[in-house]
T-cell receptor, first 115, second 113 residues
């Protein structure tokens, strides 16, 4: 079974621009969560989508948004980029069966650099 | 607000020694996770602990959960160099359905040959 995939893997943007990151979950998984990882703030929860609906949301400004499609693929968008948005953005999928139903499986991440 | 504290944040040890990483959290939760991260890489799931008294073991790693004390431990037995990594614990802060993991700061573990 293929794992979680994220595209692009690396991205360089300029302040003020916007960016869209994509995540394809493991086949059959319906929940997709997004996390931001920075050296200063560590790992922080952004939001979670399930069946095309945002189910949970972290404490991030409205510049951060996301969506999920009917095939469970998810995108997150950051508008008006700031230097502080430079981070590793991780996507996780979950929703397996049985004992693995609570596991969150992470993709390789997208490294965003804002200059 | 749920807070998760890990200690120590940095640990340097010799191969063959035993050590324990501690993860304390501030409010009740149904799920606690342990992950491993190698430099420049993503997160690898180690354990999911779902109930009080849960204990899981994989190789030289053993994790346990005490929900009354709001404490989880990750015990490393007879450490080997390959276990060098950063270890994170995370607690689910979801009140009703879904996932919202709150993370500890991570423990950077260096195991010297």
């Amino acid at each position: 079974k293929a794992g979680v995939t994220q595209t692009p893997r690396y991205l360089i943007k300029t302040r003020g621009q916007q960016v869209t990151l994509s995540c394809s979950p493991i086949s059959g998984h319906r929940s997709v969560s997004w996390y931001q990882q920075t050296p200063g703030q560590g790992l922080q929860f952004l939001f979670e989508y399930f069946s095309e609906t945002q189910r949970n949301k972290g404490n991030f400004p409205g510049r951060f948004s996301g969506r999920q499609f009917s095939n469970s693929r998810s995108e997150m968008n950051v508008s008006t980029l700031e230097l502080g948005d430079s981070a590793l953005y991780l996507c996780a999928s979950s929703g397996g069966q049985g004992s693995s139903s609570y596991e969150q499986y992470f993709g390789p991440g997208t490294r965003l650099t804002v200059t | 607000e749920l807070k998760v504290e890990q200690n120590p944040l940095f640990l340097s040890m010799q191969e063959g020694k035993n050590y324990t990483i501690y993860c304390n959290y501030s409010t009740t939760s149904d799920r606690l996770y342990w992950y491993r991260q190698d430099p420049g890489k993503s997160l690898e799931s180690l354990f999911v602990l779902l109930s009080n008294g849960a204990v899981k073991q994989e190789g030289r790693l053993m994790a346990s959960l005490d929900t009354k004390a709001r404490l989880s431990t990750l015990h490393i037995t007879a450490a080997v160099h390959d276990l060098s990594a950063t270890y994170f614990c995370a607690v689910d802060d979801v009140k009703s359905g879904g996932y919202q993991l709150i993370w500890g700061a991570g423990t950077k573990l260096i195991i010297k040959p």
